[in-house]
């Protein structure tokens, strides 16, 4: 299977706290992308890094991605109640012609007020 | 920014009855759409990859006569889950691409009684 794989699956972190979330996969990758879900809700775009860039920056969030390690976190700082969700890393597959998404795990983040 | 609508929101139905989800793109041509599937707390699974005008390529294990995709246009298209049971109870996820990134509908419950 091609699909990541994220740790924590968990994660309870006061508000205010940094959260990271990491994610493997495992072939290589034109990009890797970052969603959040709501709880029974469809998914929101957060950032995409791609496969030549190693960092990147989005008002709270930072993502790295270490190709060398087939890799990637994401950091929420100072985080808000609402930033209660679930994450999810997504890599763009060289391999596949019609560049589907392949979904990690998910980490389910709760932000305690 | 774009949109992806999904509709309806939720089902309940009894079994043995075919339901069809329509995924739209509101301000965007969508070359491809793809149909997802996401069991309680945990991630999605790729169902189908649907293309303008052509038939969906499935994902292995998915029955192309049970879940039934039409891409008709570049701004449409529908998933009907053909006689429903109980074990198609769900929940499913369209996304759509233009250009990057795919950007995501807000998913359907079903839920087969």
């Known amino acids: 299977s091609q699909q990541g794989e994220e740790d924590p699956q968990a994660l309870s972190i006061q508000e205010g706290e940094n959260a990271t979330m990491n994610c493997s996969y495992k072939?290589?990758?034109?990009?890797l992308q970052w969603y959040r879900q709501n709880s029974g809700r469809g998914l929101v775009h957060l950032i995409l890094?791609?496969?030549?860039?190693r960092e990147k920056h989005s008002g709270r969030l930072r993502v790295t991605l270490d190709t060398s390690k087939k890799s990637s976190s994401l950091l929420i700082t100072a985080s808000r109640a609402a930033d209660t969700a679930s994450y999810f890393c997504?890599?763009?597959?060289?391999?596949?012609?019609?560049?589907?998404?392949?979904f990690g795990t998910g980490t389910r983040l709760t932000v305690i007020p | 920014g774009a949109v992806v609508s999904q509709h309806p929101s939720w089902v309940i139905c009894k079994s043995g009855t075919s339901v069809k989800i329509e995924c739209r793109s509101l301000?965007?041509?969508?070359?491809?759409m793809f149909w997802y599937r996401q069991f309680p707390k945990q991630s999605l699974m790729l169902m189908a990859t649907?293309?303008?005008?052509?038939?969906?390529?499935?994902e292995q294990g998915v029955e192309k006569d049970k879940f039934l995709i039409n891409h008709a246009s570049l701004t449409l298209s529908t998933l009907t889950v053909t006689s429903a049971h109980p074990e198609d109870s769900s929940f499913y996820i369209c996304?759509?691409?233009?250009?990057?990134?795919?950007?995501f509908g807000d998913g359907t419950r079903l839920s087969i009684l």
């Open positions: 649907s293309n303008e005008g052509s038939k969906a390529t499935y």
């Open positions: 072939t290589s990758i034109n990009n």
């Open positions: 996304s759509a691409k233009g250009y990057q990134p795919q950007h």
């Open positions: 301000d965007f041509q969508a070359t491809t």
């Open positions: 890094i791609r496969s030549n860039e």
């Open positions: 997504a890599t763009d597959v060289t391999q596949t012609g019609a560049n589907n998404l392949f």
